[in-house]
């Protein structure tokens, strides 16, 4: 039985229109109840890596709200409820109007909590150590602003997966199978999935299928190129990568719990809806 939350923290999105109004309207809606508290911020404020005390996380926005947040939350080990304030809407599955019936719902304890596998990324250079960063949807290596390939040496363990010669190379989680990984031709696996992708973007003279692997693989990727190329972790943290750099992906040992209020089987329903927005 999940328990009841009283402190909860409410995350707006200001590039999202009508984010504020709705997050601070949740505020007041809960301040009013009796033993509850919360408090609506900026989601900039996740930035400052303040020590939150929260049992839940609302993330009020769109897709790229939710990332952010749900990173924070699996940090924090609290669960996350999206309410949807974007186009197609993913991550977060409360539409704009539900959200009292879901804050109603949450009070009676009638809500299951998903949990959703994240990957970490770590790169390294000449041995050392650059970044290590968990990311919820994927991590991927591509080329810079230059339109020319780069040289991606992939491994999976210690076996050669693929040398390729591509835009780039995505490895994602379940969650983000419906993100960059799809448009990039990759399979959709149910968010509940531990499983890796590997998606290669755009492969010139080299495998151009999906790859999906166990949750205990580590996928290992060498940056061979004359130009400069990119990582990017959820399309939100990037760095330049160099020559002979190194990326490695794991599944992470954080999970982001989800609010879900809907039946055990929505994934498949709100696929077939949300694929129809996007005209696909």
């Not at 835009?167 to 983000?176: C, E, Q």
């Not at 993100?179 to 890796?196: E, H, K, V």
Request: aromatic fraction near 4%; hydrophobic fraction near 40%; charge should be negative.
């Amino acid at each position: 039985m999940t328990k009841i939350p009283s402190r909860f923290l409410i995350f707006h999105n200001p590039q999202v229109s009508r984010s504020q109004q709705i997050a601070d309207e949740i505020n007041r809606c809960l301040q009013d109840k009796p033993g509850l508290s919360a408090a609506s911020l900026l989601i900039s404020e996740l930035d400052h890596n303040p020590t939150y005390n929260a049992d839940m996380l609302l993330a009020v926005g769109g897709d790229g709200t939710m990332l952010r947040v749900g990173r924070v939350a699996a940090q924090m080990g609290c669960p996350v409820l999206g309410i949807n304030l974007g186009e197609v809407g993913f991550l977060p599955q409360i539409p704009e109007n539900d959200w009292q019936d879901a804050i109603d719902r949450i009070l009676k304890r009638d809500f299951d909590l998903e949990p959703r596998m994240l990957v970490y990324g770590e790169l390294t250079r000449e041995g050392k150590k650059l970044i290590g960063q968990h990311a919820l949807n994927e991590i991927v290596v591509t080329r810079g602003a230059l339109a020319r390939p780069v040289r991606l040496e992939t491994k999976v363990d210690n076996a050669v997966l693929a040398n390729y010669v591509a835009d780039g190379v995505i490895v994602s989680t379940a969650t983000g199978s419906t993100a960059y990984s799809l448009a990039a031709g990759g399979p959709i696996l149910p968010p509940n999935l531990r499983n890796l992708v590997v998606t290669p973007i755009s492969p010139h003279l080299s495998m151009g299928s999906s790859v999906v692997l166990s949750e205990g693989c580590t996928v290992t990727i060498t940056i061979r190129t004359n130009y400069q190329a990119i990582l990017s972790l959820d399309g939100q943290i990037e760095m330049v990568v160099l020559d002979g750099d190194c990326v490695r992906v794991r599944a992470s040992n954080r999970n982001c719990n989800f609010v879900r209020l809907q039946d055990p089987n929505y994934f498949y329903s709100d696929l077939s809806e949300r694929m129809s927005i996007r005209g696909l």
